[in-house]
Every structure is written in structure tokens, then in C-alpha cells.
């Protein structure tokens, strides 16, 4: 099968010809028929995950087609639509046996525990536990879209910031993930604020329900901005980038007893960012992490898109092939451009 190969941290990725994976006896082989690019991907090619093996293939965000079946597998069929969560947990474990999947003690991971989905066939272990069956009228390119950034962004938003109508939210970055958590607190109810240093970013979080914005490049005074839009804060707040200074603006911009969720990754030398414990102390804030989400919760997202509460399309940027995936991945980092990216051919 052809993929898209990297055999050392920060250097070019190559496509390949590499051997068809094979179905481990828990798991199957998916053909795949979409899959995203994700920060996350960077992070991985940037060496942040020790998890990674090289040589690798990237790629966590997938949908497409049962190929071939484990042998252990019992409820899974060659020819069924799927997507997946990017932690597949292996549904046995203290974690698992709680609900809580996306934290799983021995959870597979395509693209960082595994070769990944930037290919045309990925196999996926736990498939019984995790493979979620895709209603007719969510396409591909969709439901590619929804692995990570949208999951992730729909549990830190109504499981982990248990967000109510008429609440404020924060949304601190307006990629995939920020612009996912935007959409979804609005489809609840909740008046949200979105900050970014792209004015690009920040009209397009307007049209998908953004209340009110900020422009992080043109004022030094972020929370203040926030709390006087808010009224003396967000009840929750999300940082959707993964920066020291998201970080910090995203907690002091919260409200007593409001709930900071998050959510971009703190990798290399942002691992323990400055946090202003003082009123953390004061406000009794809560400081929370979400981590992708488990394939259990996923009937609650797909009703809401089939019942038109959500429209993951909306935040497709482009699609491209794989061929064009090994620049576009290696300048993640850089933020252009707005909307998710989604490989949708070979």
C-alpha cells in the first residue's frame, strides 16, 4: 500500500510502498476514505511523543471501510461504514470498566502507538470497544473531522465543562479544536467569546456562533477584554492552542467557581506552563484536561449532527491528497489557513 513515511523526527516525510497491514485477532484492517491533519500529527513528527516508533506513519483522524476482521472480533463486519476515536481503549482495564476509555491504561492510539491512517489501509486494535458505525447521511470527509478535534472539543464542552444556556465560554484559539468548541457551546446555548491573532479566524468563529471576539494581536489585555465582555468572567473557558500564554489568559479570565478545560497540547518546554494558583485559590476554579473522548459518547455528537444542532462540514478548510499531506504537515506549526484539513485521496 502506498503511505506517508517519516524515518527520522523534523525531516521529510516520503510516500512509500509498504506491506498491507494485516488484522491483529482483537482489531481490523479499514480501508480509508478520509483522514485529517492534526497539530497532533506535528507534535508526533516533531518528536514529542515518546510513544512513536520510527520509522512511522502519522495519522489519527480516519473514517472508511472494514476491510478485513480479527478473528476474536464478534461484532464487527467487512463492508461496514466506521470512524473511531484517536484513544481506543481496550476495555478491560480499571479506567475502561469506569467509562472512561479516553484514558485507558493500555489504549491504542493509530498514529502514535501504531502506524497511522496517512495510508491507504490502517489496522485498529480493540475494535469491538471502539469502532463506531456511521449513519448513512454523515459522508466521510465529515466524520474524518470529528476523531479528534470535534470529539475532543465535545467532551471538554459538555461533559468536562458541563456547559449550560446562557452561560459565557471562552474559546482561547480558533483551529480545529477552538473552532469545534465554539460551534458546540453554541449549539447549547452558551454566549461565547473567541480569541485568536488571526481577524480571518475570528469572523469565521462568528459565523458559526461566536458571540462576541478578541484580537490577541492588537491588545495586551486579553482577560480584561474578556471580562468586561462577560460580565466578570467566563463560567468556562477553554485553551484550544496549547500555549503558556493561553494557558494563563484562559484561567484568569474565568469567574468564581468557573471551570478551566484544557484541551491543546502541552508538549517539550511548555510542559509546565506559569498557572495563577492565587486565584485559583480565591475563586475555588476548577482545572481540568480533556483527552479525546470514548466511542461510547458518540451517539450523543451524531444525534445532535444528524438533528442539525451541529454541522461538522462547516469546519472542513480544504481537502487534499496524500501527495500534498508531506508539506502540509510539516508547516503545522504555522497556522495558515482556516478550517480542518482532510486527506480525501490517495
Not at 479506567?95 to 491512517?117: A, I, K
Not at 500564554?245 to 506559569?274: D, W
Not at 483527552?291 to 451524531?302: D, I, K, S, V
Request: charged share 20%; proline share 5%.
Amino acid at each position: 500500500m502506498k503511505a506517508a513515511v517519516y524515518t527520522q523526527f523534523e525531516k521529510p516525510l516520503t510516500i512509500q510502498h509498504v506491506p498491507d497491514p494485516v488484522p491483529p485477532p482483537d482489531g481490523v484492517v479499514i480501508r480509508v476514505k478520509a483522514t485529517g491533519l492534526c497539530l497532533s500529527d506535528w507534535h508526533g513528527w516533531m518528536g514529542h511523543d515518546p510513544d512513536i516508533r520510527l520509522p512511522h506513519v502519522p495519522g489519527h483522524e480516519l473514517a472508511g471501510v472494514i476491510e478485513a476482521v480479527g478473528k476474536n472480533v464478534k461484532n464487527r463486519t467487512i463492508g461496514d461504514r466506521v470512524t473511531l476515536p484517536f484513544v481506543c481503549g481496550c476495555g478491560r482495564c480499571p479506567q475502561c470498566e469506569s467509562g472512561n476509555h479516553q484514558v485507558c491504561d493500555r489504549q491504542f492510539q493509530p498514529g502514535f502507538t501504531h502506524w497511522g491512517s496517512f495510508a491507504e489501509y490502517v489496522a485498529i486494535h480493540y475494535a469491538d470497544v471502539n469502532l463506531v458505525k456511521l449513519p448513512d447521511e454523515i459522508g466521510f470527509v465529515a466524520a474524518a473531522s470529528l476523531g479528534c478535534r470535534f470529539a475532543t472539543s465535545f467532551r471538554a464542552i459538555v461533559d468536562q465543562g458541563k456547559v449550560a444556556a446562557g452561560q459565557w465560554v471562552a474559546v482561547h484559539g480558533c483551529g480545529g479544536v477552538g473552532l469545534s468548541a465554539v460551534m458546540i457551546a453554541n449549539a447549547l446555548g452558551a454566549h461565547v467569546v473567541a480569541v485568536d491573532i488571526s481577524e480571518a479566524k475570528l469572523n469565521f468563529a462568528c459565523s458559526i456562533g461566536a458571540s462576541a471576539t478578541v484580537n490577541a494581536a492588537q491588545t495586551d489585555y486579553v482577560v480584561e477584554h474578556i471580562l468586561d465582555i462577560t460580565g466578570g468572567g467566563a463560567h468556562v473557558s477553554v485553551d484550544a492552542l496549547g500555549n503558556p500564554v493561553t494557558c494563563f489568559n484562559s484561567i484568569a479570565n474565568l469567574r468564581k467557581r468557573g471551570k478551566h478545560i484544557q484541551v491543546g497540547l502541552m508538549t517539550g518546554e511548555y510542559k509546565r506552563p506559569v498557572v495563577p494558583m492565587d486565584k485559583v485559590i480565591a475563586g475555588e476554579l476548577e482545572i481540568l484536561g480533556s483527552h479525546g473522548m470514548q466511542a461510547h459518547r458518540y451517539p450523543a455528537m451524531l444525534e445532535m449532527i444528524r438533528a442539525g444542532k451541529l454541522s461538522p462540514e462547516k469546519l472542513i478548510g480544504k481537502t487534499i491528497c496524500l501527495e500534498e499531506s508531506l508539506d502540509e504537515l510539516v508547516t503545522m506549526d504555522k497556522f495558515g489557513g482556516t478550517g480542518i484539513t482532510v486527506i480525501d485521496r490517495i
